[in-house]
Each structure stands twice: as structure tokens, then as C-alpha cells.
């Protein structure tokens, strides 16, 4: 089991930075691919950025060469840099943490991301 706790979120204006963290505890984080999602008011939830536990990584192409995804798996945490927020970048934000060949999918409860005018 692993559980996942998302922090970073809040309000700020267009062109501004956050960064997401995702601290995970209850199993062995290298092993794992993580990823961020995010889910906007009315939209599906869709995915934004994932890392592999060997370091690939891969983005949407809405936030590409503005968001960064990264891991540290010495803390156990993995991060999302958000550059040059736009207002359509507003939504809730989750982590993900699988290991698909073997069944295991986790998520975070969320952070919110909002991006003012």
C-alpha cells in the first residue's frame, strides 16, 4: 500500500510559478512511475506529466517547456515545477503512483491549482 499526499497548491496569477510535491510513504517509491494529473471543473480528468522509476519522462503537450516533472527518491517525493501558469492550467491536481504490470495504482487526494487573470 502506498499513500500519497500532495502539497503546493494555490492561487496565482497568470505567468507565475508553483511547484507541486507528492510525498509517499508505505512502500518502496523508486520502483514506481509517477505522475500528475489534473482535473478541471466539467473536464475529464487528464494526464499532465509522468515520470518512469528510470528517470523518462513525458508530458502533455499543453505544458510542455513549462512544467517539469521530477523525483527524488532518496525522500521518497516526487515534484511538478509549473512555469508560465496560464488561467486554463486551473484545476485539481493529483499524484500517481503505479506499477501497472503487477496491479498497483495509487492516487493522492489532491491540491488545487488556480490561476488568476
Known amino acids: 500500500q502506498v499513500q500519497l499526499v500532495e502539497s503546493g497548491g494555490g492561487l496565482v496569477q497568470a505567468g507565475g510559478s508553483l511547484r507541486l510535491s507528492c510525498a509517499a510513504s508505505g512502500s518502496i517509491f523508486s520502483i514506481f512511475a509517477m505522475g500528475w494529473y489534473r482535473q478541471a471543473p466539467g473536464k475529464q480528468r487528464e494526464l499532465v506529466a509522468a515520470?518512469?522509476?528510470?528517470?523518462?519522462?513525458n508530458y502533455a503537450d499543453s505544458v510542455k517547456g513549462r512544467f517539469t516533472i521530477s523525483r527524488d527518491n532518496a525522500k521518497n517525493t516526487a515534484y511538478l515545477q509549473m512555469n508560465s501558469l496560464k488561467p486554463e492550467d486551473t484545476a485539481v491536481y493529483y499524484c500517481?503512483?503505479?506499477?501497472?504490470?503487477?496491479?498497483?495504482?495509487?492516487w493522492g487526494k489532491g491540491t488545487l491549482v488556480t490561476v488568476s487573470s
Open positions: 500517481n503512483a503505479a506499477r501497472l504490470v503487477v496491479g498497483m495504482n495509487y
Open positions: 515520470i518512469t522509476s528510470g528517470g523518462s519522462t
